[in-house]
Each structure stands twice: as C-alpha cells, then as structure tokens.
C-alpha cells in the first residue's frame, strides 16, 4: 500500500514562498517517478512539476516554470516542491503523485497513487 502525505501548504501573500512535501511509505520510493500537480475550484486538475526517480530528469509547466522547483531526496522518501514568487492565480489545491515508471511524466492518467491535497492560497 502506497501512501503519500502532503504538508507545507498554507496562506501567503503574493510574492511570497512556500515550500511542500510529500512523504512516502515504501521502501521502493527511489524507484518511481513522482508528481505535483494542482486544481483550483472549477477547474480541472492540472500538471505543476515532476521529477524522475533520481532527480535527473524535471519538468515543469509553463506557468510555473523559474519560479517553482521540485526535487527529492531518496534516503527521505521525500518530495519537496519550492515555490517561490507566488501569485494568487497559484492558489488551489497542491497533490503529490507516483508513478508505476522511473520516468518523469506530465500527464495525469500516468500517476497511479495520489496524496490528499494541501491547500495553498496566495493572497494579493
């Protein structure tokens, strides 16, 4: 059973940073490639950042791209997600995701466990 939990969430003003984490159960984590990905009310879940199973390969979207960095740490089986020049259009709900693949993916269908949520909400 994989579990992921998401913290670091919070209110902040625009222009402010916040940093997120997902904690993973297994041993395996160092295996997987993992996700951050966002929805806002009314609005369909959206790719934010993702991030293969050693860190080598990133991606990110383009909204969020020189102002969020997602990385790892595998002896934590830990994913971090830095935001930073934070805009109210940043604000939703933040999950983190695991993929079944070593390789980093943009597209939601290839995550297979996801975490509750953490809300951010960026205040202007």
């Known amino acids: 059973q994989v579990q992921l939990v998401e913290s670091g969430g919070g209110l902040v003003q625009a222009g402010g940073s916040l940093r997120l984490s997902c904690a993973a159960s297994?041993?395996?984590?160092?295996?997987?490639?993992m996700g951050w990905f966002r929805q806002a009310p009314g609005k369909e879940r959206e790719f934010v950042a993702a991030?293969?199973?050693?860190?080598?390969?990133?991606y990110y979207a383009d909204s969020v791209k020189g102002r969020f960095t997602i990385s790892r740490d595998n002896a934590k089986n830990t994913v971090y997600l830095q935001m930073n020049t934070l805009k109210p259009e940043d604000t939703a709900v933040y999950y983190c995701?695991?993929?079944?693949?070593?390789?980093?993916?943009?597209?939601?269908?290839?995550?297979?466990?996801w975490g509750q949520g953490t809300q951010v909400t960026v205040s202007s």
């Open positions: 991030i293969g199973w050693n860190g080598g390969n990133t």
């Open positions: 995701a695991r993929r079944s693949s070593p390789y980093a993916s943009r597209r939601t269908l290839d995550y297979a466990y």
């Open positions: 297994g041993r395996t984590f160092s295996s997987y490639a």
